[in-house]
C-alpha cells in the first residue's frame, strides 16, 4: 500500500496565527493558490491513487475538493481525520498566548494523557487515527494507493503509528499542500519516501 498525505491548504486561521484544533476556517486566497499548485505538480509526476480521504474541518474538506475537481476520485470525509481539539484554546491568537516564549499547549504534548479543557488529550487523538488506519487497512487491498488530506498533527501520527522511524528536520514541519509520500513492502514494514516533497 502507498499512502500520499498532504496538509490543508493555508486557512484564514493560519494567516492569522490562530489556533484552530476543531474550530472551522476557510481556506485563504494564498492556501487556494497552494492546493492549484499541488494539483498540477500530481498532474506532471502522473501520480496514481484510486481514493481520496480527507478531514471534515472546512480547511482540509475544500482542499480535497479543489484536488477531487480534477482527479474525479471517491472521496471519503471523516472526523477521524480532524486535528487536535484544543478546546479553549481554540481561535486563540498563539503570539498572545505564549508566555515568556513558551507555547501553552506544549504541557498537553508532553504528557498524552492530559485533556485540554473543552478538548481532547492527545492519546483521544491518536485512537481516532489509529480506528483509521485500521479501516483503510481493511478496505483497501496491498496495491491500493490513497491520498489523505488532512493536518501537520495527524499526518505526524500517522506516521508514527505505521512505526516509521521519523522526526521532522530542526526547524522544519509538515508544510500546506506539500506531500509526504509513505510505502509499505510485502514483509508488512512502513518507510517513508518523501517528506515535503523531498527524497527522505
Known sequence: ??????????????RNQIYQGHM???????????????VKRLMYEKVQF???????LTRASETAKIINATFHMPIVFTSNLRELDLGIFAGKNISELKVNGKDPLQEFFKNPHMIIPKGE???????????FLDMI???NTFNTSLLIVAHGGVLFHIIK??????????????????L???EQTHDGIWRIIRYNENKF
Open 1 to 14: 500500500m502507498r499512502l500520499l498525505l498532504t496538509r490543508h491548504g493555508e486557512s484564514e486561521a493560519n
Open 24 to 38: 472551522d476556517s476557510p481556506l485563504s486566497e494564498e492556501g487556494r493558490k497552494q492546493t492549484f499548485d499541488l
Open 50 to 56: 484510486s481514493k481520496i480521504y480527507a478531514s471534515d
Open 121 to 131: 488529550s492527545l492519546n483521544h487523538m491518536k485512537l481516532r487515527i489509529k480506528s
Open 137 to 139: 487497512k481493511s478496505l
Open 161 to 178: 503509528q505505521l512505526n516509521i522511524p521519523f522526526e521532522p528536520p530542526k526547524g522544519t514541519w509538515f508544510e500546506n499542500c506539500k
Open 180 to 182: 509526504q509520500e509513505l
